[in-house]
T-cell receptor, first 115, second 109 residues
Framework: GAVVSQHPSRVICKSGTSVKIECRSLDFQATTMFWYRQFPKQSLMLMAT?????????EQGVEKDKFLINHASLTLSTLTVTSAHPEDSSFYIC???????????FGQGTRLTVV | GQNIDQPTEMTATEGAIVQINCTYQTSGFNGLFWYQQHAGEAPTFLSY??LDGLEEKGRFSSFLSRSKGYSYLLLKELQMKDSASYLC??????????WGAGTKLIIKP
């Protein structure tokens, strides 16, 4: 199957700082990328959907100025958590899909801890 | 509204068979996905059904009935490594995935 690489896998940052998470599709062109957040023992919560070259579409309740998403190329999307707070600590997962298929493939996830 | 229902937790014995059910209600339908997620890891793709019937892939099979809004994932010859959460997701008319809360499968020796 297609490979999606997400970095970093774990990050600890201080409250008030910003953290950038990268998501790369290694062997296909990701026309659409999805960013999810998952709290312990809960299912995936879609944060936003981004199409290459367009502004991301955020789900209700997700602050677009806090969670900056950039999808400037067909192989790379980034999520920046700005002015992170302890309540932002979570597991963030990206998934990518090319335009010719309905299947989406997941990155490895990023465990963010804000202290 | 859109909704996915699946059991919260199931327990089965190593070597046995287990069936995880999923019912869905979506605005339009473009297929039903099953993903496996081990604790602390991202989901991995298991199966995709868009037509009625059973799709078999090794020890795992997935079934879909579009008229009933129903799917199941069947796991045979259970192994300890199959202990994980199994996520059901339906794709709506906008090609967005609607996720279930996941079924935690516990395998006992």
């Amino acid at each position: 199957g297609a490979v999606v690489s997400q970095h970093p896998s774990r990050v600890i940052c201080k409250s008030g700082t910003s953290v950038k998470i990268e998501c790369r599709s290694l062997d296909f062109q990701a026309t659409t990328m999805f960013w999810y957040r998952q709290f312990p023992k809960q299912s995936l919560m879609l944060m936003a959907t981004s199409n290459e070259g367009s502004k991301a579409t955020y789900e209700q309740g997700v602050e677009k100025d806090k969670f900056l998403i950039n999808h400037a190329s067909l192989t790379l999307s980034t999520l920046t958590v700005t002015s992170a707070h302890p309540e932002d600590s979570s597991f963030y997962i990206c998934s990518a899909r090319d335009g010719g298929t309905v299947k989406a493939f997941f990155g490895q996830g990023t465990r963010l801890t804000v202290v | 509204g859109q909704n996915i229902d699946q059991p919260t937790e199931m327990t089965a014995t190593e070597g046995a068979i287990v069936q995880i059910n999923c019912t869905y209600q979506t605005s339009g339908f473009n297929g039903l996905f099953w993903y496996q997620q081990h604790a602390g890891e991202a989901p991995t793709f298991l199966s995709y059904n868009v037509l009625d019937g059973l799709e078999e892939k090794g020890r795992f099979s997935s079934f879909l009935s579009r008229s009933k809004g129903y799917s199941y994932l069947l796991l045979k010859e259970l192994q300890m490594k199959d202990s994980a959460s199994y996520l059901c997701a339906a794709m709506d008319s906008n090609y967005q995935l609607i996720w279930g809360a996941g079924t935690k499968l516990i395998i006992k020796p």
